[in-house]
């Protein structure tokens, strides 16, 4: 019993862990598409956050040098998209593919070009990742029954990026529905031709929303190669963007949807690294590719509208032209 208690901690731990990356980025997407702007970017500039990251953070030995260089890449990108689609009002799908591909070719050239290791970093140095935060009294409850193992192993040990990603849940829900900028925000997602005869700026706010993007998307970019792993390597993101997509589709676009939807891949995720080698009962050994593949699988099933009837803000993905009078 205690051993299957344990295993349940060590698989939620990693279920937190591993959800980190979607949920920044879905929260990133939720910003975005409020305001009307699509941005199917997501993947390309959390890679290019995750190569600034890891490039800067190897230079430097610094995690927090490389935490913002990361996000700087990453709003670098989302202001490019915003050139695209709302000063110059081109196509928000075609520039976001632009975005992705033009990560995935810039981080294997730049890798190999500064580094010769085949589009990777070296390993970071000491001081160049961040570490785990423990938690007052987390060593001194450890051993306590029930209690112990659920606030050392699950609450406690995380880095810092982790806490700072679930504690923007809230955030995000006070800003969207409780404050003035969250208001006009969804407003100029819906109507933005009201907004505009109100005297608010249309393309100011959907800047302030891509830039927003930018900087959680930059900060799960740098998750991957400066806390999670130790360097950055090719293609790393694996369609962790596209996985966070779909899950603000499946959240609706609200905040504490897009948590149970990212934690629900990151379940998976971690299923299929605790299932690796193991053997089922009545079935056996199953191929661990069969685990990797399901929260592709998932994906595809909420893209293909499987989960219902999901409507997106009225004006998202239409470029705004403000009527001359």
């Known amino acids: 019993m205690l051993d299957a208690y344990q295993t349940l901690i060590l698989l939620l731990d990693s279920t937190l862990r591993l959800s980190t990356p979607l949920l920044l980025a879905c929260l990133a997407g939720l910003y975005s598409e409020r305001s009307g702007v699509v941005d199917i970017g997501l993947e390309g500039k959390m890679l290019g956050a995750a190569f600034g990251a890891g490039a800067v953070a190897y230079l430097t030995s610094n995690a927090w040098l490389g935490l913002l260089a990361g996000i700087g890449v990453a709003v670098g990108l989302a202001l490019i998209h915003g050139f695209a689609s709302i000063t110059n009002r081109g196509n928000q799908i075609v520039s976001g593919v632009a975005i992705n591909f033009l990560a995935a070719g810039l981080t294997v050239l730049l890798g190999q070009a500064w580094f010769s290791q085949g589009g990777r970093t070296p390993t970071l140095p000491q001081g160049g990742r961040f570490g785990e935060v423990i938690l007052p009294g987390a060593e001194a409850v450890r051993d306590v029954p029930v209690l112990g193992p659920l606030y050392s192993e699950l609450i406690s040990g995380h880095n810092i990026l982790v806490y700072l990603a679930f504690a923007a849940v809230p955030l995000t829900w006070w800003i969207l529905f409780r404050t003035r900028f969250g208001l006009r925000l969804r407003a100029v997602g819906e109507n933005p031709a009201a907004v505009d005869t109100a005297g608010i700026s249309v393309v100011l706010l959907r800047y302030r929303a891509v830039v927003i993007c930018g900087i959680l998307t930059g900060v799960a970019g740098s998750y991957l190669s400066i806390a999670q792993s130790s360097g950055f390597?090719?293609?790393?993101?694996?369609?962790?963007?596209?996985?966070?997509?779909?899950?603000?589709?499946?959240?609706?676009?609200?905040?504490?949807?897009?948590?149970?939807?990212?934690?629900?891949?990151?379940?998976?995720?971690?299923?299929?690294?605790?299932?690796?080698?193991?053997?089922?009962?009545?079935?056996g050994e199953v191929p661990v590719q069969v685990f990797q593949t399901l929260p592709y699988i998932l994906t595809v099933i909420l893209l293909a509208g499987f989960i219902g009837k999901a409507i997106p803000p009225k004006a998202s993905g239409v470029p705004y032209l403000k009527e001359r009078s």
């Not at 966070?244 to 609200?254: G, N, S, T, Y």
């Not at 905040?255 to 009962?281: E, H, T, W």
């Open 233 to 283: 390597i090719r293609d790393m993101t694996a369609g962790k963007g596209y996985i966070a997509l779909a899950a603000l589709i499946f959240a609706k676009w609200r905040p504490v949807n897009a948590m149970y939807a990212c934690l629900l891949f990151g379940f998976l995720d971690a299923m299929a690294i605790r299932l690796q080698g193991k053997s089922i009962p009545m079935i």
